[in-house]
């Protein structure tokens, strides 16, 4: 291995430490070794060896294949999520055009129900959790897809998982307050196969099929920011195994048909691209 290479993988070694929060001294000492000897690394002075490159991978949730890849890649990181004031502003614009009344009833709630939340990032970009609801409601509008029921489930889905209220304090019908209650996993008693039973349960309610498809895209598409390599994998691989046949439900209701082609092909993508990567 030339220098240059050498110093290359020293680069990236060092990145993603500090993209880990953690020092040279932090580092070694999960690796068994001195912080004099990460620093070596980090300089390309001396490259590790074999016995600690998988350890060191998965302290830094980085493949080798990234670890040792030709040619250096340097670019800046961008906040994944973001704005989540002006998506506040569209989504509540177009509840009030479309008299949508269980949608801005929620809306009430949310920045109240979600106030000690944090879309959380590794890379340091945290910002509201309210973006995540939000985004999912802006995407189906972006959709074209039209309906008080969606959006306001879309707004509500966390809102008993994740703020502490139960299923009958939200202020909507119980079309939606089914769905919620459905894709909310506080609700569901736990055994062996509670998420199988789990997947069960929402495949037979189309409202919660859609918001929990809309929900997984989000998700997938800003865990690289937020989550490990092992964490991923698992996340992959529930979606790849539940989440088709959610789909072909949200297919079977007429007015959601071209939507469920893209959301398949938008999830579809986004996992095949993780599974080459991870």
């Not at 490259?47 to 998965?58: F, G, R």
């Not at 949608?103 to 129900?113: C, E, G, N």
């Not at 994740?162 to 459905?182: Q, S, Y």
């Not at 008693?189 to 929402?202: C, F, G, M, N, R």
Request: hydrophobic share 40%.
């Amino acid at each position: 291995m030339t220098d240059e290479m050498k110093k290359a993988v020293g680069r990236r070694i060092r990145a993603a430490r500090k993209a880990k929060g953690l020092s040279q001294e932090e580092l070694g000492a999960k690796l068994g070794i001195s912080f004099q000897a990460v620093s070596t690394w980090e300089t390309g002075k001396f490259m590790p060896d074999a016995d600690h490159l998988p350890a060191l991978a998965k302290e830094l949730d980085l493949s080798l294949d990234a670890l040792f890849a030709e040619g250096d890649r340097q670019w800046s990181l961008r906040r994944v999520n973001f704005d989540p004031d002006h998506m506040f502003t569209y989504v509540k614009s177009k509840a009030q055009e479309r008299g949508y009344r269980q949608t801005l009833a929620v809306m009430d709630l949310l920045r109240d129900a979600h106030a000690k939340q944090k879309r959380r990032s590794k890379y340091g970009f945290e910002c509201p959790y309210i973006a995540h609801p939000l985004t999912m409601a802006c995407h189906a509008l972006a959709m074209g897809l039209k309906g008080d029921d969606l959006l306001a489930a879309c707004i509500a889905h966390d809102m008993v998982e994740d703020a502490d209220m139960k299923p009958d304090d939200l202020p909507v019908g119980e079309t939606v307050r089914a769905a919620v209650r459905l894709v909310s996993k506080n609700l569901v008693k736990w055994s062996p196969d509670w998420e199988d039973k789990y997947y069960d349960a929402i495949r037979k309610n189309s409202l919660a099929c859609m918001v929990k498809v809309l929900d997984r895209i989000h998700n997938v598409a800003g865990m690289a920011d937020a989550y490990g390599r092992e964490w991923m994998t698992r996340y992959v691989r529930e979606t790849d195994r539940y989440y088709p046949e959610l789909l072909d439900a949200v297919k079977k209701v007429p007015e959601w048909n071209n939507a469920a082609w893209l959301l398949r092909y938008q999830l579809n993508t986004m996992l095949e691209t993780f599974k080459r990567m991870l």
